[in-house]
């Protein structure tokens, strides 16, 4: 009897060949701006600094050009992948529209969760601690989902989540709506360095975030400055 998946979540991924040049550029700067380790999202337990609910200076790094190469490699993927969605890039515009840091110390966690107003979303890991720990995704139909835990061995229809093992240099990219969150705590006294960011589309949603600040870069290495 054929069986199909008709309905299934797209997720890219890829293990940048590049990567380690643009980690050791960008990282540094990527720590700078993150001084303080202050905490803004309510997900997130343990050491940790996020600028995912940060001011808006903090979500907008992809206006630094320090950090030029680092969204130029992710551009060139994500432009791949919304032509994979099937999304007309001749039509619909596509844009990043928020990016921030997530450095999780020892204990730090990112709770499960989405983002949904997204097109899509996605995630490059810079700095891993060992063992560098899995991202988690859940089965968006899960809430609904009533058939009992029979089978012996997970499959993809019968399974309500899929640990994803993530390494230094990998690239993630998946729908905004798609859950996931850390499955552990870091362990380790070494950080995990993660970038986040989302993608829009004007026409697709109509939803878009708010216009970065007027001399966002002069204001943010300012305000780094005179903190340190």
């Known amino acids: 009897m054929p069986i199909e998946s008709w309905f299934p979540v797209p997720i890219f991924y890829e ?23 202050r905490k803004h999202q309510p997900l997130v337990t343990g050491a940790a600094y996020t600028g995912s609910n940060a001011p808006d200076r ?21 432009n791949t992948y919304a032509k994979e969605l099937g999304i007309d ?29 997204a097109t899509f979303s996605g995630a490059f890991y810079l700095k891993l601690p060992d063992p560098a720990g899995v991202l988690r995704f859940i089965d968006p139909k ?26 230094e240099g990998l690239l993630l990219l998946f729908p905004g709506y798609a859950m996931h969150g850390m499955l552990d705590e870091n362990p380790s006294d070494t950080d995990r360095v993660s970038l ?33």
């Open 15 to 37: 293990r940048v060949p590049e990567a380690r040049a643009i980690i050791d550029e960008t990282l540094p700067h990527l720590y700078r701006i993150s001084e303080g380790r």
């Open 142 to 167: 899960q809430p609904i989902r009533r058939d009992p835990h029979y089978a012996a061995t997970p499959t993809l229809f019968n399974t309500g989540h899929v640990d994803y093992p993530v390494a």
């Open 89 to 117: 890039l001749d039509r619909e515009h596509i844009y990043m529209g928020r990016s921030w840091v997530n450095i999780l110390g020892k204990g730090g966690k990112i709770e499960s969760h989405t983002h949904v107003a």
């Open 58 to 78: 903090a979500q907008y790094l992809f206006k630094f050009p320090e950090l030029r190469p680092l969204y130029e490699m992710i551009n060139v993927r994500a």
């Open 196 to 228: 986040s960011f989302d993608y829009f589309s004007i026409s697709l949603n109509g939803q878009s975030p708010p216009p970065p600040p007027k001399n966002l870069v002069d204001r943010l290495w300012k305000e780094i400055d005179e903190a340190g």
